[in-house]
């Protein structure tokens, strides 16, 4: 099977995989076929094919891709001397990255291509962003910044917070993007104060 040169690969496969994002956030499932994808992007369809095989190799691209933006934002976040600021930073990498890449964020989360189920190997693939909240919750947990508790359940928690808080974002229903801050803020810094076994009163 043909594939464009390495130094080509990386572009096209972004673009695709943008083209492919935006026409499912906009249209649906039904608008996201090889063709207008290729059309989009300005390319044949043969392009499509020659990357990711058929359809459902690109909307599994588009998965990966949304994660892969992920991890980027999260290895971006600096590692300080402080557990709980690093945390919280990640979670605004997390929003920062949902923000960049809403066209993606549904199909990370949620089943708009009821057709697609991840498999064990791409579930795999995407477990590291996970993993890295979990081993930052547990550097709170070590450090006594969080009281003794389960790392990987705060983690599930947290995750849940961001997700929803993104999701409502990404519709507007947090205002705009000041009041959405501030919402973040509230809501994160409750969660880790009861993490810390503080009480809100």
Not at 64 to 70: D, H, I, K, P, S
Not at 94 to 119: C, I, K, T, W
């Amino acid at each position: 099977m043909a594939r464009p040169r390495n130094r080509d690969y990386a572009e096209l496969r972004r673009e695709l995989v943008d083209a492919g994002g935006r026409l499912l956030a906009a249209e649906g499932p039904s608008a996201l076929t090889t063709r207008r994808v290729a059309q989009q992007a300005g390319v044949s369809t043969t392009a499509v094919y020659n990357l990711f095989g058929d359809k459902a190799g690109l909307v599994r691209e588009m998965f990966l891709a949304g994660f892969e933006r992920l991890a980027a934002a999260f290895a971006a976040v600096p590692r300080t001397g402080d557990p709980v600021a690093d945390l919280l930073a990640l979670g605004r990498a997390y929003r920062a990255s949902a923000l960049a890449n809403p066209h993606l964020y549904e199909l990370m989360f949620g089943r708009p291509v009821p057709e697609f189920q991840p498999d064990a190997e791409t579930a795999a693939l995407i477990q590291p962003t996970f993993d890295t909240l979990v081993a930052a919750v547990a550097r709170c947990v070590d450090e006594g910044a969080f009281a003794p508790a389960e790392p990987h359940d705060l983690a599930v928690r947290l995750n849940a917070l961001a997700h929803g808080m993104c999701g409502l974002e990404l519709r507007g229903a947090l205002g705009d993007a000041a009041q959405a801050s501030r919402h973040w803020d509230a809501a994160f810094g409750a969660m880790v104060r009861g993490m810390a076994g503080d009480d809100p009163s």
